[in-house]
């Protein structure tokens, strides 16, 4: 059976990281051909490279969001304070 993978720029931002946690998993056991190692770095590669653009582009609406609500800057959550 042939398993056609999706295109990183077409998954979730959640797809990646549990497609790149089996890769990382699928590598860290080692029994895996050398040409199926780099191809799978391969893909976590583009992986990563997609999920941080949508990281930035998230960080990007979010910044125009508070700019247009008159937001300054983010706040950290007190956690102990609740």
Not at 2 to 14: D, H, M, Q, R, T
Not at 20 to 39: F, N, Q, R, S, Y
């Amino acid at each position: 059976m042939i398993i056609v993978a999706k295109k990183p720029e077409n998954l979730s931002f959640e797809d990646s990281l549990s497609e790149l946690e089996k890769i990382v998993t699928d590598l860290e056991h080692g029994d895996i051909a050398l040409d199926d190692v780099l191809k799978q770095f391969e893909r976590g590669i583009k992986l990563v490279r997609n999920s941080q653009s949508k990281l930035e582009n998230a960080q990007q609406k979010v910044a125009i969001l508070m700019q247009e609500e008159g937001v300054d800057s983010l706040k950290p959550y007190d956690i102990e304070g609740e």
